[in-house]
């Protein structure tokens, strides 16, 4: 079993930053990928980015140029930066961890960008 627990969120103007960190805990293996989901009101959640434990990168193209994920894998820790944020990009925000042929979600956490 694996633990999701997020921070950050919150309110936040247009063109403003803000991060988000996931900690993950319990059976996890050194091979993982972790990311990071969303999902506006009425929509089907979808991906943001995600991170392996090799480091390699996928960013949905929402996220390109304005988001960076990143983690610590001693920690097993996931980060989200996000700039530049657009009031679209309000949502739910999830962290995801697959390992051992198993998924994970996270509770979510809220964003809402708006002046």
């Known amino acids: 079993q694996v633990q999701l627990v997020e921070s950050g969120g919150g309110l936040v103007q247009p063109g403003r930053s803000l991060g988000l960190s996931c900690a993950a805990s319990g059976s996890i293996f050194s091979l993982n990928t972790m990311g990071w989901f969303r999902q506006a009101p009425g929509n089907q959640r979808e991906l943001v980015a995600l991170i392996s434990s090799g480091g390699r990168i996928t960013y949905a193209d929402s996220a390109k140029g304005r988001f960076t994920i990143s983690r610590d894998n001693a920690t097993n820790t996931l980060y989200l930066q996000m700039n530049s944020l657009k009031p679209e990009d309000t949502a739910v925000y999830y962290c995801?961890?697959?390992?051992?042929?198993?998924?994970?979600w996270g509770q979510g956490t809220q964003i809402t960008v708006s002046s």
């Open positions: 995801w961890i697959t390992t051992g042929g198993t998924a994970y």
